[in-house]
């Protein structure tokens, strides 16, 4: 089953102004203007202050539903458990709240899920209240949130309002619910806190949420969901380290690309490898049969060493230079990388001798994935406005 995709809406004109009670501090406003756009539909939250750095970022798509997605009371975060441990799976008949028969948080998962309540909080993303299910993983997941709110302030997470429910514990199996009749129902009847502000944050199952929804969901993964248009799905977001889990994206694993997040991210490590001139992770990134084609304007392909050798003559032509990502197209199993190259003339390239002149020329990579490897690659440079910068009077 493939992800339907999202049904236009008509973006609200005005941002929705949050209300706080008179008796608590106000939590965060969502803060639009530090959300990028990245590619065509999707965007990016980072953090922008405070020392504890996070290797990780939030994306959610789509970028135009930013305003409905973020800016509203009444709106419902229906999120999937942080990521587990599925070489321990649940014991027959587990009641959820025996952890030690059932399957839960691995620390990794941990971390990403205080990160990710990092990143809501730094971008003023804080639920006015959270209902969550029994099962262990779930109270996992809410813990390591909720310390990510803190750790970006104390008053962030103060006086939470969380009720720990049956009706949203994992459906069908086990000792969970039923039916999704009762998540379905609080979805509905969400009308915003009358207190507080923000979304109402649920953290349930992926089969709850695929039921109620026909989304599918990694680990982690939260679905914006809107009461007043029949319980719609608005968009998505979840940390760009999100990845299917073997439990329920099985037969896609196999996939060549899985995900345009995950497209996204190998570009990231291939170009960041570039630029820091670490050829062992660009090499562990492309297939054992990898062939480049048009690379110095050569006919014929080249093979990884040939990349090598040609990455080290640019590196000894231009010692600082760097490939800006400017943009990424996803279609399949091809990646094209729009890009510009900068750097400083300090040694021969194209048989011209070092000018120490800044140079700044444009790029285009195109880039085949399968098995999860990038196999083919075609990767072509505007080498002629290259040898007129460097080679005028």
Not at 199 to 219: A, D, G, K, M, S
Not at 307 to 325: A, C, H, I, K
Request: charged share 20%; hydrophobic share 40%.
């Amino acid at each position: 089953m493939q992800r339907r995709p999202f049904a236009p809406l008509i973006l609200i004109s005005a941002l929705l102004a949050f209300g706080a009670s008179a008796s608590e501090a106000p939590p965060p406003t969502p803060n639009v203007s530090d959300m990028r756009q990245i590619s065509a539909h999707m965007g990016e939250m980072t953090m922008s202050t405070g020392s504890d750095a996070l290797d990780d970022t939030l994306r959610f798509e789509p970028y135009q539903q930013i305003d409905e997605m973020f800016l509203r009371n009444d709106v419902v975060f229906v999120m999937r458990h942080g990521p587990t441990d599925w070489s321990k799976l649940d014991q027959k008949n587990v009641a959820p709240t025996d952890c030690a028969n059932q399957r839960v948080m691995v620390e990794e998962g941990i971390a990403r899920m205080r990160g990710f309540g990092q990143l809501m909080a730094e971008n003023g993303i804080v639920p006015s209240q959270i209902v969550v299910s029994e099962w262990c993983r779930n109270q996992q997941t809410l813990d390591a949130l909720m310390a990510g709110f803190e750790a970006v302030g104390p008053e962030v997470s103060a006086n939470m309002p969380v009720e720990k429910v049956s009706d949203v514990n994992l459906l069908l199996s086990l000792q969970g619910a039923s039916t999704v009749s009762g998540l379905a129902a609080r979805v509905s009847a969400w009308d915003g806190h009358p207190t507080r502000s923000g979304p109402l944050l649920i953290i349930t199952h992926y089969t709850n949420i695929e039921e109620l929804t026909q989304f599918r969901v990694f680990e982690g993964e939260t679905l914006v969901v809107d009461p007043k248009r029949d319980n719609l799905v608005l968009g998505y977001i979840r940390l760009r380290s999100a990845a299917p889990d073997i439990g329920h994206f099985a037969e896609t694993l196999a996939s060549p690309l899985l995900t345009e997040s995950q497209a996204l991210s190998m570009v990231e490590r291939y170009y960041a490898a570039f630029n820091a001139n670490d050829f062992e992770t660009v090499s562990s990134l492309l297939a054992e049969t990898w062939v480049g084609h048009g690379v110095q304007g050569r006919s014929e392909p080249i093979d990884e060493e040939g990349l090598r050798r040609t990455m080290m003559q640019y590196r000894q032509g231009l010692s600082d230079g760097r490939f800006e990502v400017v943009s990424v197209h996803v279609a399949e199993d091809v990646i094209t990388v729009l890009g510009r190259i900068t750097g400083t003339h300090t040694g021969a390239i194209l048989g011209v001798q070092p000018t120490r002149r800044k140079v700044a020329f444009d790029g285009i990579a195109v880039h085949r994935i399968a098995d999860g490897a990038i196999s083919e690659s075609w990767l072509m440079a505007d080498r002629l406005s290259l040898l007129k910068q460097i080679s005028k009077d």
